[in-house]
T-cell receptor, first 113, second 109 residues
């Protein structure tokens, strides 16, 4: 079965810190995604990547950047964390051409104080 | 207006009940539709796709109405284990998946 692993389950950071959220998938999927999930708003796409070194902005990219140096790893970077970035962050991957199934990691609950 | 809208619930139903959720979407160019299930403090997982002709998977039935731009999920003979949040998902192009905020279901003994 596909495994999508996020490095931290819970993270507490201070305002202004640089934050790295790591995501690794083990099924050689081309497509990887970063979402944030907030109550009442559902999942919102931050960034996605079609392939290594490729990235596309989602709906809410402001304040975030991403890195995909290797196919299996997709990193989300908060350059200067702010309190409104407190959220649940979910990484997902999908096989190119398979629109049906998105595999999610278990999420990182980030609190910015 | 949100692109994908769901009644947030919560829906509280007894075991054995039939419950239905609706979801509306705003973009008529939507290609594909899905229901995902998310348990408390867990990640979303695909429950089922929604096909134009409607489809069934055991106690779950999904329907699509393109003219009215809504999809539905029907759960028959509810089990305690069906308690979860159900997310409506719409695919606009190969990589643009839009999620609803979810409908919370609690099945009680």
């Amino acid at each position: 079965d596909v495994k999508v692993t996020q490095s931290s389950r819970y993270l507490v950071k201070r305002t202004g810190e640089k934050v790295f959220l790591e995501c690794v998938q083990d099924m050689d999927h081309e497509n990887m995604f970063w979402y944030r999930q907030d109550p009442g708003l559902g999942l919102r796409l931050i960034y996605f990547s079609y392939d290594v070194k490729m990235k596309e902005k989602g709906d809410i990219p402001e304040g975030y950047s991403v890195s995909r140096e290797k196919k299996e790893r997709f990193s989300l970077i908060l350059e200067s964390a702010s309190t409104n970035q407190t959220s649940m962050y979910l990484c997902a991957s999908r096989q190119q051409g398979d629109n049906e199934k998105l595999f999610f990691g278990s999420g990182t609950q980030l609190s910015v104080l | 207006r949100k692109e994908v809208e769901q009644d947030p619930g919560p829906f509280n139903v007894p075991e054995g009940a039939t419950v239905a959720f609706n979801c509306t979407y705003s973009n008529s160019a939507s290609q594909s539709f899905f229901w995902y299930r998310q348990d408390c403090r867990k990640e979303p997982k695909l429950l089922m796709s929604v096909y134009s002709s409607g489809n069934e998977d055991g106690r779950f039935t999904a329907q699509l109405n393109r003219a009215s731009q809504y999809i539905s999920l029907l759960i028959r003979d509810s089990k305690l284990s069906d308690s979860a949040t159900y997310l409506c998902v719409v695919l606009y192009n190969n990589n643009d998946m839009r999620f609803g905020a979810g409908t919370r279901l609690t099945v009680k003994p």
